[in-house]
């Protein structure tokens, strides 16, 4: 019988040792060994799947590969780590030299640098398109792109970008897509339903949810996870036995935590919208955002990320930030404690005044990461810091 995603969650781990533990065990070792000779030939041969070193592979990092690629829906995966680590390496893996990169314009700010301060060292070149406008994508193709690369939500404007609709524009030019779903969580969106080769995370974020520690993973299908596998055994941006530990055991509640995060959310949401000192609110859950209809058909739920502008510049948002007292003053997100951030000086600060009016992030915009408190204290501490 098929299980359903929070008992997958939940029951998916190793086999149990011969001390039949209830909870899996950290392995917290950097190699194994090996029966003989011959086994120790074979296994380095790859006539056998078993762990040889922890920077290929480990038992807890294959736990916790194995749950999101359940979730995912992917044939396989590996798990950095860090976020970018798992954005570099994706990307660096499938790419040569001589390759272009088709990038929505709203991404992360160090997938930006990415793009335009390190690629072009290896002759890797890169388009941006706007998210409000997938009509203008294919005359963006060129004979040289090989990779579409997205994420949604977006960070930090919490914009959609029509996943079925990239996916059906890669497919029809063999293109491979890439969506960062590291906002969404695989609990409430699954691109890979939707036309994605391969969904990229950072498990820093929803997945751990107690911001605790840094990880990253790729999945997809075995043919380009391989490559990427290929590519980070050698490079070794692997993640530690230990936070893999962490986020497979923090998997196990992400169901129950992400519908807390989101019922908050968007109760913070309804209550912006109304707010005299903010200009404009955007969750994808708000029947006012512009891709409401779109985030209703791929996704279960908003997320826990909110965006709004304060209103009265920078001046104001300066106020605000200092007003706050029980919010966290954090860049990270998906953290059970609720953290505002300003993404201008913050996670978007190497972008240039004209780059991040291109992503709308304005001087004035906040982004909130709604965490688990109860929603009248959120609420409370937001409302005063507005006063």
């Known amino acids: 019988m098929e299980k359903k995603f929070e008992t997958n969650a939940i029951r998916t781990q190793l086999e149990r040792t011969k001390n039949l533990e209830h909870s899996v065990p950290m392995y917290m070792t950097s190699s194994f060994v090996f029966e003989d000779a011959e086994d120790m030939r074979a296994s380095f041969a790859e006539e056998k799947e078993r762990n040889i070193y922890s920077r290929y592979s ?5 736990e916790f590969i194995e749950k999101v690629c359940q979730m995912e829906g992917a044939e396989n995966g590996f798990a950095f780590a860090s976020g970018m680590a798992a954005v570099f390496s994706t990307l660096a893996a499938l790419l040569d030299s001589g390759d272009h990169v088709l990038s929505a314009r709203s991404i992360f700010g160090s997938t930006h ?3 335009t301060n390190f690629f072009p060292k290896w002759n890797i070149d890169h388009t941006y398109f706007k998210i409000d406008d997938l009509d203008s994508i294919e005359a963006l193709i060129t004979p040289k792109t090989k990779i579409i690369y997205a994420e949604s939500p977006t960070n930090p404007g919490v914009d959609v970008l029509d996943l079925e609709a990239l996916g059906k524009i890669a497919k029809k030019h063999n293109l491979i897509l890439v969506i960062d779903n590291c906002f969404a969580s695989p609990y409430l969106q699954q691109p890979i339903k939707f036309g994605a080769d391969l969904v990229i995370h950072s498990g820093t974020k929803l997945m751990d949810g107690q911001g605790r520690v840094l990880a990253g993973i790729t999945v997809g299908s075995n043919e380009l ?8 055994r050698i490079t070794g941006p692997a993640l530690s036995p230990f936070n893999a530990w962490v986020l497979s055991k923090s998997l196990e509640t992400l169901a129950v935590r992400v519908d807390r995060h989101c019922e908050n959310a968007l109760k ?3 209550f912006l919208e109304g707010h005299e000192k903010v200009n404009w609110v955007k969750y ?5 955002h512009p891709k409401y209809e779109i985030a209703k058909k791929q996704m279960k739920a908003g997320g826990c990320v909110v965006a709004f502008e304060v209103k009265g510049g920078v001046e104001a948002g300066q ?7 029980m919010l966290s003053l954090s860049a990270n997100l998906g953290d059970a404690r609720s953290i505002v951030t300003h993404p201008a000086s913050t996670t978007h600060s190497k972008l240039s005044v004209e780059e991040r009016a291109e992503t709308g992030v304005t001087d004035g915009m906040v982004r909130v990461s709604v ?7 959120i609420i409370a501490d937001i409302s005063q810091a507005l006063a």
């Open 58 to 62: 480990n038992p807890n990092s294959s």
């Open 113 to 115: 640098s990415l793009f």
């Open 225 to 232: 996870i391989d490559k990427v596998y290929r590519f980070s």
């Open 268 to 270: 913070l949401a309804e």
């Open 284 to 288: 994808p859950f708000l029947k006012s």
């Open 319 to 325: 106020k605000f930030f200092d007003s706050i007292k």
């Open 371 to 377: 965490g688990l408190e109860h929603i009248d204290d």
